[in-house]
């Protein structure tokens, strides 16, 4: 196959991978015939069955003898080395989110290895490592982002190397496809600054086994690294940023343990503006004052006119109205020390029955 012919095929298969991704194929997952396949790509039947057969071979498809290829679910096809199927709309939420947990997987990794080649490495070993932290800073300055992602993902494997995890080995293989295959959109920010300075931090910490330093300075200048090419794929959703604040709802309780309100005090509209305590205490005694020679003056009139209407009926069966009962209250807060207007007129109202 010809240099032309697989770049074809490749580019044909990450049409396809991407239309898997994006929910664009029929909602039962499977293709047309490699003839409408060939159409629709415009490239010959050949082209797609090889692309076809690239995707089977990763478990994005199914292929069987006398059936139409179908689509595999992306929560049953996705994996760390086919991390590139999330990445397609980096407006998902859950683009974001693999991604971090990609970087957070990786920066475990890193921090294991590190830890115990500073426990068990021999002093030669460390060396290696150090030169091999400072071709990474030395890339990180002057070389391409790729340059860099190739020289971080050799530290670790060295790293794997000389703490004897052979496991971690092969874990290390493939973050290193899932990244460059899967992200190589990413590829541009891997550089830096950040990508020097944890570098730096590296060698000091291999140089001396500072074994604690290694876990609690490390991981913030790794995440900081990480953090920049996160906001760069997928910047972070306002409410992440900056999330309103939650106003609790007014529960039974909360309105058990709210002052009530005092029986002189004036009647508010709710969406009044509450006033100074002062002003509501002067304000309630105001009222009550008010309030209570408003009665005086009704009681006192209808004594005058017509003392009779103020008696009980012989076939009501009704008891008096009350007469001003919010005073009470007024008498327990001390503020109605002498004897107030409405408690004459009751006394005159009882007479007015008594003769």
Known sequence: MGMERR??????EAQIERDIALGRLHPSGQFGSEAKLARRYEVCRGTIREALRRLAARGLVVQRPG?????VPLDESLTLENLGLALHDASNPDARWLLEGYFSLKRQVLLELLADCCARASDLDLDRLGSTCFQLQDAAR????EVCAWAEFELLRHAARVAARPGHVLLVQSLQRAFLGGAAQLLPLMG???LREWAFRVMAILNERDVQALQHELPAL???RDERVLNAFAPASQEQASPEAHVPPVTSATQDSAPKTHPCTEARDPGAPTSAPGQDESLETRHCVEEHRFDDLVSTGEQDTAPEDL???PNSG????PAAPGC????????????????AALEDLFDCRSG
């Open 7 to 12: 770049g074809l095929v490749a580019y044909v």
């Open 67 to 71: 059936r139409k290829t179908r689509a």
């Open 142 to 145: 002057w070389e391409s982002g």
């Open 192 to 194: 830096g600054e950040a």
């Open 222 to 224: 790794l995440k900081a």
């Open 311 to 313: 008696l009980v009926k």
């Open 318 to 321: 009704q008891p008096p109205p």
């Open 328 to 343: 009470s209250t007024c008498e327990f807060r001390g503020e109605c020390t002498e004897k107030s207007v409405a408690d």
